[in-house]
């Protein structure tokens, strides 16, 4: 089965941001346009875009035009996430013209809602794991968000069990470096046997045929492939191999 691809596009406000050191900041790649930046990636062969609604996650209010970026790649799988907590908020990001969302680590200490979420929102879920070290530590810049965070495996068990179909795992220490994947991190979520895609640090070629070995299906891939680090279209091309 091909490893899958998703170019990250992490938007506030309208324009190109990545996260560091808590808060987004402008991107001078595609003149911080994100339809520009879709179209390219559309253009280097991807078929699938991870799309960050930043004014969602640090602000509480949905921000993310999904319809312009629907426009501007109308045959790639877009896959929305942004502290994305409930079945109810997803929905909207699909009728809005996404195929999927992910549900946010947030979402996850509201058990009751991550099952609804699961069973309501079915294939068109993904569910976030946003880890630091063994615990599941939730991003973002709203104050709701546990200090102590959940034990990752006895989280994983919890959301097999309820059916989660598959996960997105963001090793967050790692998120807009270039140090590399957390490839043991991803291992470990992957023997879950659920479709695995793995976050975080992913810089070349070599992270992704790393994590692809440690049981991955896909990696989202987001400030190399922006700044020029990766060849978008050259692992486009291996995924397919």
């Known amino acids: 089965m091909p490893f899958s691809i998703l170019p990250a596009l992490d938007v506030a406000a309208g324009r190109l941001v990545v996260v560091e050191g808590g808060r987004p900041r402008p991107v001078a790649a595609f003149g911080g346009d994100p339809v520009a930046a879709a179209h390219a990636m559309v253009e280097a062969g991807a078929t699938a875009l ?3 609604d930043l004014d969602l996650a640090f602000d509480g209010a949905p921000g993310l035009d999904v319809g312009a970026m629907r426009d501007a790649a109308p045959a790639v799988l877009l ?5 994305i907590a409930d079945l109810a908020t997803g929905r909207r990001y699909l009728e809005a013209g996404a195929d999927r ?3 946010g680590s947030a979402g996850l200490f509201d058990e009751a809602a991550t099952l609804g979420a699961i069973e309501g929102g079915g294939s068109a879920v993904v569910v976030g794991l946003e880890v630091d070290g063994d615990r599941i530590r939730p991003r973002g810049g709203r104050g709701d968000r546990p200090v102590e ?4 495996m ?20 790692r998120v807009a470096g270039l140090a590399g ?6 291992r470990r ?11 975080g640090g992913i810089r070349s070629l070599a992270d992704l045929r790393a994590v692809r070995d440690a049981g991955a299906s896909g990696a989202v891939v987001g400030r190399a492939a922006l700044e020029g680090h990766l060849a978008l279209a050259d692992v486009l091309a291996w995924a397919l191999t």
């Open 101 to 103: 969302f992910v549900l």
């Open 50 to 52: 991870h799309l960050v």
């Open 154 to 173: 006895t989280t994983l068990g919890w959301l097999q069990a309820a059916g989660a179909r598959s996960f997105l795992v963001t090793a967050t220490t």
């Open 181 to 186: 994947p957390d490839v043991g991190l991803v």
């Open 189 to 199: 979520v992957s023997r879950a046997g659920r479709p695995t895609y793995a976050a």
């Open 79 to 83: 896959q929305v996430s942004g502290g």
């Open 149 to 152: 965070g959940a034990d990752l």
